[in-house]
């Protein structure tokens, strides 16, 4: 073997090596912080994000109301979510998203979306909307990308500065 295969595989080593110990930091964590998430919330959930990373989703649900929300495990718990979904029940078919807080770029959205519609399809609902606001147009291109991945139906008045969004569970 020549000294440059020699490096790679060597490489190959450390990386897998680096990537293990994420992995065991992150499950060590998770375990500790599912403890201190399932004092005060429902814990729904274990997931991975587009970057491999796992996260552990939980809500908090009132009698109309909801909030779906994500703790990535790369960090301790320390009582505060990195994402959520705020939502409401409309009427008996829907849901009505109020609101998504949180990073941005990391894929935590689509995994709570993801857990959203769940719920949606196991709590039977035909629905989900939501509003697109003045203070969301800063970023409207952005949100408008993103609910059409997740396959909502995606209106957007421009002129007004206002839009909708609606997903219907087939």
Sequence with gaps: MNYSAFLTVEKDKNELKQELDSLEVQLFRMQNSIKEIA????????????????????????????????????????????????????????LHISDIKGEQNKGFGSVLMRHLKEIARDENKQYITGDIVQRDFDHVNRLKHFYSKHYFDVKIDYQEQYGEILWINN
């Design 39 to 94: 004092k005060k919330s429902d814990v729904i959930s274990i997931d991975q994000t587009q970057d491999d990373n796992w996260v552990i989703i939980y809500a908090d649900k009132q009698s109309n109301s909801f909030q779906i929300m994500l703790h990535e495990c790369t960090k301790p718990f320390r009582g505060n979510w990195d994402s959520a979904i705020q939502a409401e029940y409309k009427n008996t078919s829907t």
